[in-house]
């Protein structure tokens, strides 16, 4: 019996998304729902006609935006809606003619079908209005239900509640992508700043980095510079003290022979003198003294001791050197 009547109502439920359903099979649904009717079966087919449902409603609603702008083309939209009305009636009708028209029995296995895990999202917010809608149309005259159903009164409510429901989901979707987009350009010109940012602060080190290094290598120039500069000032200094050297070191025996031959030159015959003293380096003092009171008769012995002077002068000097 459960797979009998879980096959029934698939088969209404799935000639109801294809447009509609014949009446016999509508009548022979008749008591079939009962505790052997599985929900998530009815549940997992429901899937399918909500989204022809919703197929249908969005083909409306864009067949009236071109119309709205094309006018002069005369685009008729009513076929969409007219397809939603015939699968809509078919599934309602099925519902209450297999509940015997009793509407607590549909109330309680609509909001088990409702609850079943398959209907997520808008799919069960679909659901529960649908539910919602038959049980508004059904009265309390189970018979009456059942002969005299008018589905017209559900389905033109769903039809409006699922219009109006995908066109404020289509606006949310649209103010999505514009946010969406809107937040990719942020994020695109912040990104571009940024990189910006990092290449004129590398730029600005790379900058700072070479005026660094050209001030330390003229720095270290001038400090090389200045080195070669001492360097040469002492080589010059020490190339002047070896040039002076030699003729400092000669300069006591010439004075020495100097001033011996200008007094030996300027001492007249027979006149006194001033004792004359020589050193050598390398001899002992000679002392040559020649009498202050020497007649003109000793003139021969002063002249031969006037040549004994000079030749110890020669001595000293020769020595010296």
Known sequence: MRHSSDTMLAAVLAAAAAGGASAAQLFRLRG????????????????HV??????????????NATAAAAPEEGLDCSSAQRAFTNSCGTVAASVVHASSGDRAVVAEYMSDVCSQPVLEGRQRAYCQ????????????????NREHFDTSAVCDGLWMRLALSEH????????????EEAA???????????????????AKADAEAEAAAAEKEKAEA?????????????????????????????????TLAAGSAEAE?????????????????????????????????????????????????????????
Do not use: H
């Open 129 to 144: 209005s649908f539910a919602e809608g038959l049980t508004g149309a059904m009265t309390a005259d189970a018979y009456n």
């Open 222 to 254: 001038e400090v090389a510079a200045a080195a070669a500069q001492k360097e040469a000032q002492q080589k010059k200094e020490t190339a002047e003290g070896a040039a002076t050297a030699p003729s400092m070191a000669t300069s006591p025996a010439s």
């Open 32 to 47: 079939f729902l009962s505790v052997n009717m599985r929900p998530d079966v009815v549940a997992q087919t429901l899937v």
């Open 50 to 63: 909500e989204n022809e449902w919703l197929s249908q409603v969005n083909s409306f609603a864009e067949c």
């Open 184 to 202: 990719a350009r942020a994020a695109a010109a912040a990104k571009a700043k940024a990189e910006e940012e990092e290449a004129a602060a590398k």
């Open 168 to 179: 404020a989901r289509g606006i949310e979707e649209a103010q999505r992508r514009v946010q």
């Open 265 to 321: 030159a300027s001492a007249p015959s027979g006149a006194s003198t001033a004792p004359v003293q020589l050193i050598g380096a390398n001899s002992t003092a000679a002392k040559q003294t020649v009498p202050a009171n020497a007649s003109a008769g000793d003139s021969s012995s002063g002249n031969a001791n006037a040549t004994q002077a000079s030749s110890a002068l020669v001595n000293a000097t020769g020595s010296a050197k």
